[in-house]
C-alpha cells in the first residue's frame, strides 16, 4: 500500500499533520524544493505555517497552476492568493507561479516545465477539485501530461466562480502543470476536506486508476500521503 492515510477530526488537526511532515522534512535537511497549491484547503494550513517559526528561507517554491489573463494584483489571482496567504508572512528563497499574462502561453509552459525540471520537487502539495482534478488537470487529462494551458470544465468553473471577486468573469483557461510533473515530485501530501470531496476520495479508496479521475494517478506513486477529516469506509 502506497498511499498512507492520515484521518484528521477537522481542518485544523489535518493543518497540524501538515505542519508536523514539512517541520519533518525540513529538520532532515530532505527539503529543498516545494509543490504548492491554492484553494480553501490550503488556508489552514498556511496560517500553521505563518504562526510559526519555520524557516523557508532556503527553500524553492512553485505552484502548481494560475489563471490565465487575471494578474498579479488581482485580488482573483493564484499569485495574489500565494501573496496574501504565505509569501508575505514568510520569505522564500524564490517563488515560481505560472505568469498567466504571458503573451506566449505555451512558450510559458515550456520554460515553467524546464525550471521544474532543473529544480525536482521534493514534496508538492495537493489538494483535489469536486471531479477529481488535480492542480487544473481536469477528467480526461493525459497522465502523460506536462505544464499546459487547460480548458477548465463547467463543473470547476461553477465551484471556483464562487470565490471570484469585484464581478470578473472567471477565465475558462489557465496553466496548469501536468500529471507527470505532479507525480515525480519525490513526495505528495494531498488534502481534503469535507463532503463534497467524498467522491474523490473514495475513487482513490477504491484503487482503480482512471484518467476520468485525474486523483487517481497518485495510486502509481509510491510515497503519498493522504490527510483528510472524511471517514471512508
Ligand atoms: C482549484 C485548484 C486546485 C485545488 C482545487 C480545490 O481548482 N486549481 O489546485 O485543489 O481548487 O480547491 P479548494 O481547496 O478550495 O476546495
Not at 20 to 48: C, D, F, K, W
Request: charged letters at 25%.
Amino acid at each position: 500500500e502506497n498511499v498512507k492515510w492520515i484521518v484528521v477530526k477537522n481542518p485544523e488537526e489535518g493543518a497540524k499533520e501538515v505542519f508536523n511532515l514539512i517541520s519533518e522534512e525540513l529538520q532532515h535537511n530532505r527539503l529543498h524544493v516545494l509543490g504548492l497549491a491554492t484553494g480553501s484547503t490550503m488556508i489552514p494550513i498556511y496560517n500553521e505555517w505563518t504562526n510559526s517559526s519555520l524557516d523557508f528561507s532556503n527553500i524553492t517554491a512553485f505552484n502548481l497552476d494560475e489563471y490565465v489573463g487575471i494578474d498579479a494584483d488581482n485580488p482573483n489571482s493564484y499569485a495574489y492568493f500565494m501573496n496574501q496567504h504565505l509569501f508575505s508572512k514568510k520569505p522564500f528563497k524564490e517563488t515560481y507561479i505560472p505568469n498567466g499574462m504571458a503573451e506566449d502561453l505555451d512558450k510559458e509552459c515550456k520554460e515553467y516545465e524546464d525550471q521544474l525540471n532543473s529544480h525536482p520537487l521534493d514534496i508538492q502539495l495537493l489538494g483535489v477539485g469536486e471531479n477529481g482534478h488535480i492542480a487544473f488537470n481536469e477528467p480526461g487529462t493525459s497522465f502523460d501530461s506536462v505544464t499546459h494551458v487547460a480548458t477548465l470544465t463547467d463543473s470547476t468553473l461553477g465551484v471556483n466562480s464562487q470565490y471570484f471577486e469585484n464581478d470578473d468573469k472567471i477565465p475558462n483557461i489557465a496553466l496548469t502543470m501536468g500529471i507527470s510533473s505532479i507525480i515525480k515530485s519525490k513526495k505528495l501530501i494531498m488534502v481534503a476536506f469535507g463532503e463534497k470531496k467524498r467522491a474523490a476520495m473514495e475513487k482513490l479508496k477504491a484503487g482503480e486508476v482512471t484518467a476520468e479521475w485525474p486523483i487517481t494517478k497518485l495510486l502509481h506513486h509510491e510515497d503519498v500521503i493522504v490527510i483528510t477529516d472524511l471517514q471512508l469506509d
